[in-house]
């Protein structure tokens, strides 16, 4: 038996007073609409039956509610029943809607509900409509499309982005090589953990593709002497490094070119991307194989560090519609697509989901603290928005349902190649 069976309390027992004989529904036949309790208990027990009986309880504000019969993860309140109603009709876009608008309170912590409600399972993973399908074609990552996708989620404003990210501004999976470790230590730790795997050597050239708001390509020239060519589309990250660089003196080893990484020419010694393949799109996974193939001649070293999946499916549909628009994180399948049709050999791939979800742990309590002022540069819709996203993705790491994939590799025949594991752990 689910630890979730069909208990269920309406206001007026929770009360104390006695419930009226019309409110014992059975939970398979809707009650009458006169029935106003025992309507809302029926579409909570819908609702969650349709979320895979998470251990959650639920309620409808002043009417009925439905609990569990072990320790409830969280608790969850709808403002109302047309709340209660629109989510049914949509639970993975419009809750999260309700949640940024206000109209759904949440008892307990946001990241365990939601692992709970992944862990579940129930549609979680299999959402697909034609709504869908129709943003994908609007988020297409076409060169403008591109350019209006990354505007929409990173050109917001650098001073927001700083409130939480930590010193270095990197906003990709850190590297905890200890779990002690702080934010801005596992950053740098990351940091040196690509550059180890690239076998970086002074006076070596560098191509990055998607570089945020600069600060790898800063480390790599800073700490392993190479020269560095970062490409980026986003306006406000390009400023920010190139201000960045001449700060710290390394504008002569750091060329920052605002534009898109399908513009990228010339031969260099590695070729890296970090967090920019969820924004490439599946169709133009072969151009980017091109692109890296054409750049490393036949001596060069890859790696593209991306949030995946272990089969093939869509970003969460709010996310993808509210937050990350034309994003996808491909399964390695997928990613296949990069490598083979170029005969790029893979030499190596790491799995750093866990890093990722503490990574993201950290970024939101960094958040938390500095939702005040979040909430005066934008309002308290966008504060719970954010709130929802970090918290959702960080369970979405935790309990499996995204990864983090880190590929090496190299033209078919390089033979200069590491021959062990051993330069990644013993700097």
Same mark, same amino acid.
């Given at each position: 038996?689910?630890?979730?069976?069909?208990?269920?309390?309406?206001? $007026?027992?929770?009360?104390?007073?006695?419930?009226?004989?019309?409110?014992?529904?059975?939970?398979?036949? +809707?009650?009458?609409?006169?029935?106003?309790? !025992?309507? *809302?208990?029926?579409?909570?027990?819908?609702?969650?039956?349709?979320?895979?009986?998470? *251990?959650?309880?639920?309620?409808?504000?002043?009417?009925?509610?439905?609990?569990?019969?072990?320790?409830?993860?969280?608790?969850?309140?709808?403002?109302?029943?047309?709340?209660?109603?629109?989510?049914?009709?949509?639970?993975?876009?419009?809750?999260?809607?309700?949640?940024?608008?206000?109209?759904?309170?949440?008892? !307990?912590?946001?990241?365990?509900?939601?692992?709970?409600?992944?862990?579940?399972?129930?549609?979680?993973?299999?959402?697909?409509?034609?709504?869908?399908?129709?943003?994908?074609?609007?988020?297409?990552?076409?060169?403008?499309? $591109?350019?209006?996708? /990354?505007?929409?989620?990173?050109?917001?404003?650098?001073?927001?982005?700083?409130?939480?990210?930590?010193?270095?501004?990197?906003?990709?999976?850190?590297?905890?090589?200890?779990?002690?470790?702080?934010?801005?230590?596992?950053?740098?730790?990351?940091?040196?953990?690509?550059?180890?795997?690239?076998?970086?050597?002074?006076?070596?050239?560098?191509?990055?593709?998607?570089? !945020?708001?600069?600060?790898?390509?800063?480390?790599?020239?800073?700490?392993?002497?190479?020269?560095?060519?970062?490409?980026?589309?986003?306006?406000?990250? /390009?400023?920010?490094?190139?201000?960045?660089?001449?700060?710290?003196?390394?504008?002569?080893?750091?060329?920052?070119?605002?534009? *898109?990484?399908?513009?990228?020419?010339?031969?260099?010694?590695?070729?890296?991307?970090?967090?920019?393949?969820?924004?490439?799109?599946?169709?133009?996974?072969?151009?980017?194989?091109?692109?890296?193939?054409?750049?490393?001649?036949?001596?060069?070293?890859?790696?593209?560090?991306? /949030?995946?999946?272990?089969?093939?499916?869509?970003?969460?549909?709010? /996310?993808?519609?509210?937050?990350?628009?034309?994003?996808?994180?491909?399964?390695?399948?997928?990613?296949?697509?990069?490598?083979? +049709?170029?005969?790029?050999?893979?030499?190596?791939?790491?799995?750093?989901?866990?890093?990722?979800?503490?990574?993201?742990?950290?970024?939101?309590?960094?958040?938390?603290?500095?939702?005040?002022?979040?909430?005066?540069?934008? *309002?308290?819709?966008?504060?719970?928005?954010?709130?929802?996203?970090?918290?959702?993705?960080?369970?979405?790491?935790?309990?499996?349902?995204?990864?983090?994939?880190?590929?090496?590799?190299?033209?078919?025949?390089?033979?200069?190649?590491?021959?062990?594991?051993?330069?990644?752990?013993? +700097?």
């Amino acid at each position: 038996m689910n630890a979730c069976d069909e208990s269920v309390v309406s206001a $007026s027992e929770r009360a104390g007073e006695p419930a009226h004989p019309s409110t014992a529904t059975r939970a398979d036949a +809707p009650p009458s609409a006169s029935n106003g309790r !025992g309507l *809302d208990r029926w579409l909570l027990l819908r609702l969650r039956a349709a979320l895979g009986n998470p *251990d959650i309880d639920f309620a409808v504000r002043d009417s009925a509610r439905i609990t569990c019969t072990a320790a409830p993860v969280a608790s969850v309140t709808f403002a109302s029943r047309a709340t209660l109603l629109s989510i049914l009709t949509d639970p993975w876009v419009r809750f999260g809607d309700a949640y940024s608008a206000g109209d759904v309170q949440i008892d !307990g912590d946001l990241v365990w509900l939601l692992e709970a409600v992944y862990r579940a399972g129930g549609m979680g993973t299999k959402c697909a409509s034609l709504f869908r399908r129709a943003l994908a074609l609007r988020h297409r990552n076409t060169l403008s499309g $591109s350019r209006d996708n /990354i505007h929409h989620h990173y050109d917001i404003g650098n001073e927001f982005y700083a409130l939480w990210l930590g010193k270095t501004m990197a906003y990709t999976c850190a590297y905890y090589a200890t779990p002690e470790a702080t934010l801005d230590q596992a950053q740098i730790a990351k940091m040196d953990h690509v550059c180890r795997k690239l076998r970086l050597k002074p006076g070596e050239s560098v191509v990055e593709a998607g570089c !945020g708001w600069g600060v790898f390509a800063l480390h790599m020239a800073r700490h392993y002497g190479v020269r560095v060519r970062a490409f980026n589309i986003s306006h406000e990250q /390009i400023a920010y490094a190139r201000e960045r660089a001449a700060r710290e003196g390394l504008a002569r080893q750091v060329e920052y070119v605002e534009d *898109d990484y399908r513009s990228i020419t010339g031969e260099y010694d590695a070729f890296v991307s970090i967090g920019m393949l969820e924004h490439v799109g599946v169709k133009n996974y072969e151009t980017l194989g091109r692109i890296a193939h054409g750049c490393m001649g036949s001596h060069g070293r890859g790696l593209i560090h991306s /949030i995946g999946r272990n089969r093939p499916a869509r970003l969460q549909p709010w /996310i993808e519609k509210r937050i990350f628009p034309g994003a996808h994180p491909p399964a390695l399948s997928e990613m296949a697509h990069i490598f083979e +049709p170029w005969e790029l050999s893979i030499l190596d791939v790491e799995n750093l989901r866990l890093h990722y979800a503490q990574t993201l742990r950290q970024w939101l309590a960094n958040y938390e603290a500095a939702s005040e002022r979040v909430r005066a540069m934008f *309002d308290e819709k966008f504060v719970r928005m954010w709130r929802l996203y970090l918290a959702g993705s960080a369970a979405a790491f935790s309990t499996g349902t995204l990864q983090l994939f880190q590929v090496l590799f190299a033209p078919r025949g390089n033979n200069d190649i590491a021959w062990t594991r051993s330069h990644l752990y013993t +700097p």
